[in-house]
Nanobody, 124 residues
Framework: VQLQASGGGLVQAGGSLRLSCAAS????????TGWFRQAPGKEREFVAA???????TYADSGKGRFTISRDNAKNTVYLQMNSLKPEDTAVYYC???????????????????WGQGTLVTVSS
């Protein structure tokens, strides 16, 4: 099972990026998926999560600016990030739970599969 994250890059403050996470090896339609990020010198933190039916939850830092979505047919999860700030600079990781999950969760230990990360750099 592999999660392949992409879409990171360098963007100016106020700009937008859309991250994608493509899953291969199994179908994740019944699993919760999420995005986390880790800035230099900081712990990994929750960004957003979405379940199979589209219910989502967000960290306060991204509410109103970030939108998580998924396309079950494509086994892909997206994170649309708008109004980016320098403090959003981090490596962003996608993740999926290790079992079918009806809700959403922000807890790192509930996620079993992790992508390799994609770097987002926001310049001021």
């Amino acid at each position: 099972v592999q999660l392949q994250a992409s879409g990171g890059g360098l963007v100016q403050a106020g700009g937008s990026l859309r991250l994608s996470c493509a899953a291969s090896g199994r179908t994740f339609s019944n699993y919760a998926t999420g995005w986390f990020r880790q800035a230099p010198g900081k712990e990994r933190e929750f960004v957003a999560a979405v379940n199979w039916s589209g219910d989502s939850t967000y960290a306060d830092s991204g509410k109103g600016r970030f939108t998580i979505s998924r396309d079950n047919a494509k086994n892909t999860v997206y994170l649309q990030m708008n109004s980016l700030k320098p403090e959003d600079t981090a490596v962003y990781y996608c993740a999926a739970t290790g079992r079918p999950y009806t809700g959403t969760t922000s807890r790192t230990n509930q996620y079993y599969y992790w992508g390799q990360g994609t770097l987002v750099t926001v310049s001021s």
